[in-house]
């Protein structure tokens, strides 16, 4: 198979089937064949692993993927696309999903396939409108998908591994470093993509922790608090709950102080424990 990501083949690809970039799906094709090589080594993929792939493009990345794997699951949500991939790659070697990823049911897609495999993981050059919904519906709903590796905007990969009371800590690192040990593998420069981003990017490897030590009563209920807590990150924790759940100011602040959080803080000086504890209370009183 001739090599997809590459400057020529792409450009040629794209004037072959008279296809135009559409900037509402966030389409940046990866051309850098040395760089497709590093991503399929970051995660654990062997001859009997399923890889699920979000937004495959040309299929530049999808091509590695299918070398080393024993099948390939992308969702597309282009049917202009759809139709370039089944027309480079086989049935048996790759599934094409042509649906939003947002609105899909991802392990009973992959159920689906009816297939033998040791182990699934994702492995994504995400669009970048959308990065962040994506990565929540994967640790939320997802029993299956067990490591991630995904191309993100620089900015976005600091966030996922920020500490907190630092300028990138926010509800996405929260949810990201309760649920899985997350590292930046590499950086990414943005003239290696057609058309080139507005920003640099970043691989980052997301391992889901089996044994997570402390959980809260309801992840659900986490997630959300965490969330509503960074509703608008210059208000206080008190204010955002308010708004959120309208309980009255001066029961949050008991319920804060119960936490032993201070009644005045923000959400961004909170760690991962606190907002378990914060959220279990909050159980408790709903």
Known sequence: M?????????????????????????????????ILKKIVEIPTITKDTLVVEIGPGLGSLTEHLINKSKHVLSYEIDKDLVSILEETFSNEELTIINKDFLKSDIDSDIK??????????????????????????????????????????????????SKPSTKDYNSLSIAIQYKTKALIAMKVPRNVF??????????VKLNIIDNIVKKPISEKLFYEIVRASFGQ?????????????????TELIDILVEANLNPKARAESLSVSDFIDLSDILYSYK
Do not use: C, W
């Open 2 to 34: 001739s090599k997809i990501g590459t400057i020529s083949n792409t450009k040629s690809t794209l004037d072959k089937h008279d296809f135009y970039i559409k900037k509402k799906f966030g389409q940046n094709f990866l051309v850098d064949q040395n």
């Open 112 to 161: 689906a396939l009816k297939m033998n495999y040791d182990n699934v993981v994702m492995v994504s050059n995400l669009p970048y409108y959308i990065t962040t919904p994506i990565i929540f519906k994967i640790i939320e709903e997802s029993t299956l998908i067990k490591e991630m590796v995904l191309m993100t905007q620089l900015e976005v990969a600091q966030r996922l591994t």
């Open 194 to 203: 057609i058309p080139a981003p507005n920003v640099d990017s970043a691989i």
């Open 233 to 249: 990150r210059r208000k206080t924790l008190v204010n955002n709950l308010h708004s959120k759940y309208n309980i009255p100011k």
